[in-house]
């Protein structure tokens, strides 16, 4: 308690220092930005910077969003308000193509002039505000003004012609300006020495970085581009070496400890399954299998990671892993994000091996093993049971969801830890499980959200990668197709063809992003996509629910006839297996439902599906989705039902799921389509830092450079004892919030 009041104490200090440098006005209009200390302002970065007659592209801004943009006068125009003593004053702008139009109140005819003064036809500016559509017309409303001709913003008088002018993440209150200015008072009395270098000396020689006192002048006060663009290089090197060594360190620690090494044995289950298993493996799941087995045999802990595409047979390669363990004398976990998945799972894992899963029972193989599920819902008696074969070890498999994580459950000796759909988990979650090995389980990692190896090495560091990029032969895929939601025979036609499938046998899915018009958000999607918010409310429309879609079809004309079930978050688990089993038989050949179904959910039957208000979801979600259609021995259709209009991002989306059915080139398209702090995930905020710099993308390149440099630091200084600064970056991301991210983004 203590600390923590000395911690309030220290910071309401650093907050009074910044008051004192920039003023009391501006400083308490700098915390909105996250900004309470004079550190946080200097690393309150800008965004990009602009040039003089070079205007800002007007048609690009996104209705929402606060912008700053430099533009000519093109027009302005007075007249009185109706009502009030008020005077509306239009200030028309363009960047040489789009005319944008700009309101301001003037309080009296006075100030309509004093505008007119400042802002004569011709001129240029930087202009600041909300963006907004009013009558489908781009506008700003609200918006502050600094003329570039006779300006109080010294950086922007003639002298400095070409110099960048830096704009900032900035509001309506404090336009990106005013924090120039604010930087530039508590910059200019410093010395470049006053600013500690905190990167190892040896690394900013070899990579030819700025030094940190001469990185910030050239980041916030530019003279030529060059210099913002070489700072930039190195705020971006030291996000990613700070990461890069958070998870050194990790792989290092875990490293540390030894893995009991579970060879393959010849005739063993592993063997056995592939002897009786009804298809062949594929060359890529052979060659995944073969790099596993090997890790297995090891006494190093294994920590690999499996993508594949949805339907690329990852179940099959686990549990060819968890038979070698088996075969080896020890037991392996499987854990899954839901009930479903888990009861799935146990159902497929459970046909696969036949009479290898039934040992001790009539007609089980004898050298065979069981498979134990452990879920929430269990019945007493059922879980008792579990719980004793894996603490036995008579399961050498148990299955399970967040169940799985409690104390009760103990194994006799846990050899392998196999997590499907990783990112649903947190770091927590994973090393309760593995805690409970006799000595550190092997672990494997499972993702059907295929990942770019950029992302991959950000967001893991040192796991090792397997890739499944092969789907098995035979496979019928899906043809997707965009049905816009203004048409109302474009509608019927979508739920004709449900009901023609469903006639021939099919089942569809029709897959809405709320639960009821009355919650908020669906409880069972991810978050939104952030950047479709404001344009859906302009759009204005309710987005589609599963209890009125229900509704809706239940008494549509199309699907008379047709048994509807209805699946989502809500239900109990009971009804949830009552949903499924009731589609997956045919007795309710259309589930209505959220995206519960989302992940792994197996329905061979099924070859329709139907996503309404499809451009509320992300790209690699949708991908996910439509994965499950098209599994059996028809091709699936995939309908994706959305108001975006052509050429926004939102429908950008939605046509490159209809492009293409390649699961990685799709996650680059995600990724080049989501902002910076979407791809380092929500905990970045949290830094007072507004702006992450790193793009894993086009940051590859120093990506690679830093997580070299980060394993020869860790390797040289594993607890970076020599190194202060950097250990405290890293204990400074890696607290317990920001631990989840490294793991969940
Ligand atoms: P995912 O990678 O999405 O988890 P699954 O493991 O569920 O995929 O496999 C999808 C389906 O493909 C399952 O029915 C599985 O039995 C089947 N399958 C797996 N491997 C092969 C293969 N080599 N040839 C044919 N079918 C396969
Ligand atoms: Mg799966």
Same mark, same amino acid.
């Given at each position: 308690m203590v600390a923590d009041v000395d911690d309030a104490e220290a910071a309401q200090q650093l907050t009074r220092q910044l008051a004192r440098a920039v003023g009391e006005k501006t400083a308490k209009a700098l915390a909105s930005l996250g900004v309470r200390s004079i550190d946080d302002l200097l690393r309150h970065y800008p965004r990009r910077y602009l040039h003089r007659g070079k205007y800002t592209r007007l048609a690009d801004l996104i209705p929402g969003e606060h912008a700053t943009v430099m533009a000519e006068v093109a027009d302005i125009d007075s007249r009185p308000a109706r009502n009030r003593r008020l005077h509306i004053v239009t200030v028309t702008i363009t960047d040489g193509s789009t005319h944008l139009p700009l309101t301001f109140f003037a309080r009296n005819a006075g100030m309509a002039t004093h505008l007119r003064r400042q802002l004569p036809v011709g001129a240029s500016a930087m202009f600041s505000g909300q963006v907004s559509l009013y009558r489908g017309e781009l506008q700003l409303t609200h918006p502050e003004y600094e003329p570039l001709d006779d300006s109080a913003d010294e950086s922007l008088v003639q002298a400095h012609v070409n110099r960048p002018v830096p704009v900032y993440p900035a509001t309506a209150k404090l336009p990106s300006w005013k924090i120039a200015k604010a930087v530039r008072m508590v910059l $200019?009395?410093?010395?470049?020495? $006053?600013t500690a270098e905190w990167l190892p000396a040896e690394i900013v020689e070899n990579r030819r970085f700025p030094s940190a006192g001469a990185a910030l002048r050239m980041i916030h006060r530019p003279t030529v581009d060059e210099e913002w663009k070489q700072a930039q290089r190195r705020y971006r090197y030291e996000e990613a070496f700070i990461l890069q060594t958070a998870l050194a360190r990790r792989r290092a620690d875990v490293a540390a400890y030894d893995a009991t090494p579970r060879p393959a044995r010849a005739d063993g289950l592993v063997d056995a399954l592939d002897a009786q298993l009804p298809f062949e493996l594929t060359s890529g799941q052979q060659a995944v299998a073969e790099e596993i087995s090997t890790d297995l045999a090891g006494a190093e802990p294994m920590q690999r990671l499996l993508q594949g595409e949805v339907g690329s047979g990852k179940t099959v390669v686990a549990l060819r892993a968890m038979l070698q363990v088996i075969d080896a004398g020890g037991q392996a976990a499987l854990l899954a994000p839901t009930e479903v998945l888990a009861q799935q799972h146990q159902r497929s894992i459970t046909a696969m091996l036949g009479p290898l899963g039934e040992a001790g029972m009539l007609g089980g193989a004898a050298n065979g093993t069981r498979v134990a599920l452990l879920t929430g819902s269990m019945g007493a008696t059922a879980r008792r049971q579990a719980l004793a074969d894996a603490a036995s070890g008579a399961a050498g498999i148990v299955i399970g969801t967040h169940a799985l994580l409690s104390q009760h459950v103990q194994f006799a000796d846990l050899g392998l830890t196999v997590v499907d759909e990783q990112h649903r988990f947190g770091v927590e979650q994973r090393d309760a499980l593995r805690s409970k090995g006799r000595t550190m389980p092997h672990q494997l990692f499972l993702t059907a959200t295929p990942i770019p190896r950029s992302v991959a090495m950000t967001f893991f560091g040192d796991v090792d990668v397997s890739t499944l990029r092969q789907i098995p032969e035979g496979r019928p895929g899906v043809e997707t197709f965009a049905v816009p939601a203004d048409k109302p025979r474009w509608l019927t036609r979508t739920w004709e063809k449900v009901a023609e499938d469903v006639a021939r046998g099919g089942r569809a899915y029709v897959v809405a992003p709320r639960i009821s018009s009355s919650t908020p958000e669906d409880d069972d999607a991810p978050a939104p996509v952030t950047e479709l918010r404001a344009t859906d409310a302009v759009a204005g429309g309710d987005l589609a629910n599963v209890e009125d879609t229900f509704a809706t079809l239940s008494r549509d004309p199309s699907l008379a006839g047709v048994s509807l079930g209805m699946m989502h978050g809500r239900l109990s688990a009971e009804e949830k297996d009552r949903a499924m089993a009731d589609f997956a038989a045919g007795r309710t050949p259309v589930l209505v439902t959220t995206t519960v179904i989302e992940v792994g959910v197996d329905v061979p039957e099924a070859t329709v599906m139907v996503i309404l208000d499809a451009d509320r979801f992300g790209i690699s979600q949708l991908h996910q989705l439509r994965g499950r259609v098209g599994r059996g021995a028809t091709p699936g259709t995939c309908l994706l039902v959305s108001a975006a209009q052509p050429g926004t991002p939102a429908w950008q989306r939605l046509q490159a799921l209809v492009e293409t059915t390649d699961g990685f080139v799709l996650a680059e398209k995600d990724l080049e389509q989501r902002r910076e702090g979407d791809v380092l995930g929500a905990a970045q905020s949290g830094r007072g830092n507004s702006l992450t710099m790193l793009r894993v993308l086009r940051d590859r390149d120093l990506i690679e450079q830093a997580r070299d440099d980060a394993r020869t630091l860790i390797a040289n200084d594993p607890n970076l004892v020599g190194h202060p600064e950097v250990l405290l970056a890293v204990t400074r991301l890696v607290d317990p919030d920001h631990e989840e991210y490294l793991d969940r983004a």
């Amino acid at each position: 308690m203590v600390a923590d009041v000395d911690d309030a104490e220290a910071a309401q200090q650093l907050t009074r220092q910044l008051a004192r440098a920039v003023g009391e006005k501006t400083a308490k209009a700098l915390a909105s930005l996250g900004v309470r200390s004079i550190d946080d302002l200097l690393r309150h970065y800008p965004r990009r910077y602009l040039h003089r007659g070079k205007y800002t592209r007007l048609a690009d801004l996104i209705p929402g969003e606060h912008a700053t943009v430099m533009a000519e006068v093109a027009d302005i125009d007075s007249r009185p308000a109706r009502n009030r003593r008020l005077h509306i004053v239009t200030v028309t702008i363009t960047d040489g193509s789009t005319h944008l139009p700009l309101t301001f109140f003037a309080r009296n005819a006075g100030m309509a002039t004093h505008l007119r003064r400042q802002l004569p036809v011709g001129a240029s500016a930087m202009f600041s505000g909300q963006v907004s559509l009013y009558r489908g017309e781009l506008q700003l409303t609200h918006p502050e003004y600094e003329p570039l001709d006779d300006s109080a913003d010294e950086s922007l008088v003639q002298a400095h012609v070409n110099r960048p002018v830096p704009v900032y993440p900035a509001t309506a209150k404090l336009p990106s300006w005013k924090i120039a200015k604010a930087v530039r008072m508590v910059l $200019d009395p410093m010395n470049e020495a $006053d600013t500690a270098e905190w990167l190892p000396a040896e690394i900013v020689e070899n990579r030819r970085f700025p030094s940190a006192g001469a990185a910030l002048r050239m980041i916030h006060r530019p003279t030529v581009d060059e210099e913002w663009k070489q700072a930039q290089r190195r705020y971006r090197y030291e996000e990613a070496f700070i990461l890069q060594t958070a998870l050194a360190r990790r792989r290092a620690d875990v490293a540390a400890y030894d893995a009991t090494p579970r060879p393959a044995r010849a005739d063993g289950l592993v063997d056995a399954l592939d002897a009786q298993l009804p298809f062949e493996l594929t060359s890529g799941q052979q060659a995944v299998a073969e790099e596993i087995s090997t890790d297995l045999a090891g006494a190093e802990p294994m920590q690999r990671l499996l993508q594949g595409e949805v339907g690329s047979g990852k179940t099959v390669v686990a549990l060819r892993a968890m038979l070698q363990v088996i075969d080896a004398g020890g037991q392996a976990a499987l854990l899954a994000p839901t009930e479903v998945l888990a009861q799935q799972h146990q159902r497929s894992i459970t046909a696969m091996l036949g009479p290898l899963g039934e040992a001790g029972m009539l007609g089980g193989a004898a050298n065979g093993t069981r498979v134990a599920l452990l879920t929430g819902s269990m019945g007493a008696t059922a879980r008792r049971q579990a719980l004793a074969d894996a603490a036995s070890g008579a399961a050498g498999i148990v299955i399970g969801t967040h169940a799985l994580l409690s104390q009760h459950v103990q194994f006799a000796d846990l050899g392998l830890t196999v997590v499907d759909e990783q990112h649903r988990f947190g770091v927590e979650q994973r090393d309760a499980l593995r805690s409970k090995g006799r000595t550190m389980p092997h672990q494997l990692f499972l993702t059907a959200t295929p990942i770019p190896r950029s992302v991959a090495m950000t967001f893991f560091g040192d796991v090792d990668v397997s890739t499944l990029r092969q789907i098995p032969e035979g496979r019928p895929g899906v043809e997707t197709f965009a049905v816009p939601a203004d048409k109302p025979r474009w509608l019927t036609r979508t739920w004709e063809k449900v009901a023609e499938d469903v006639a021939r046998g099919g089942r569809a899915y029709v897959v809405a992003p709320r639960i009821s018009s009355s919650t908020p958000e669906d409880d069972d999607a991810p978050a939104p996509v952030t950047e479709l918010r404001a344009t859906d409310a302009v759009a204005g429309g309710d987005l589609a629910n599963v209890e009125d879609t229900f509704a809706t079809l239940s008494r549509d004309p199309s699907l008379a006839g047709v048994s509807l079930g209805m699946m989502h978050g809500r239900l109990s688990a009971e009804e949830k297996d009552r949903a499924m089993a009731d589609f997956a038989a045919g007795r309710t050949p259309v589930l209505v439902t959220t995206t519960v179904i989302e992940v792994g959910v197996d329905v061979p039957e099924a070859t329709v599906m139907v996503i309404l208000d499809a451009d509320r979801f992300g790209i690699s979600q949708l991908h996910q989705l439509r994965g499950r259609v098209g599994r059996g021995a028809t091709p699936g259709t995939c309908l994706l039902v959305s108001a975006a209009q052509p050429g926004t991002p939102a429908w950008q989306r939605l046509q490159a799921l209809v492009e293409t059915t390649d699961g990685f080139v799709l996650a680059e398209k995600d990724l080049e389509q989501r902002r910076e702090g979407d791809v380092l995930g929500a905990a970045q905020s949290g830094r007072g830092n507004s702006l992450t710099m790193l793009r894993v993308l086009r940051d590859r390149d120093l990506i690679e450079q830093a997580r070299d440099d980060a394993r020869t630091l860790i390797a040289n200084d594993p607890n970076l004892v020599g190194h202060p600064e950097v250990l405290l970056a890293v204990t400074r991301l890696v607290d317990p919030d920001h631990e989840e991210y490294l793991d969940r983004a």
